[in-house]
């Protein structure tokens, strides 16, 4: 359900193939109030879909490189990248 209610697809590249390989990518990960994949946790729907609402889709692929700083966030500037990253030297 949380693959379908983000899009079904990377929010970067537009893959799609196979639901394993998404990953959902928290914009600010000081507002993270827990992993939605998380085992052994029983939270509503409603309560979920408020926690993916401060995430985007990847696949595995695009998050990796999210994450070390070969790509940007889709949609945002270097610096706001940098800065939802923790890398920022601002």
Wanted: charged share 25%.
């Amino acid at each position: 359900m949380a693959i379908e209610y983000k899009g079904g697809k990377c929010q970067s590249c537009g893959y799609y193939r196979y639901q394993g390989a998404l990953e959902l990518h928290h914009l600010n990960k000081d507002e993270k109030e827990f992993g939605i994949g998380d085992k052994g946790y029983t939270r509503s729907w409603q309560k979920v879909k408020l926690e993916l609402d401060k995430c985007i889709l990847l696949c595995a692929n695009c998050h990796r490189e999210i994450s070390a700083g070969v790509q940007q966030l889709p949609g945002k500037s270097p610096v706001e990248n940098e800065v939802n990253s923790g890398k920022s030297s601002i």
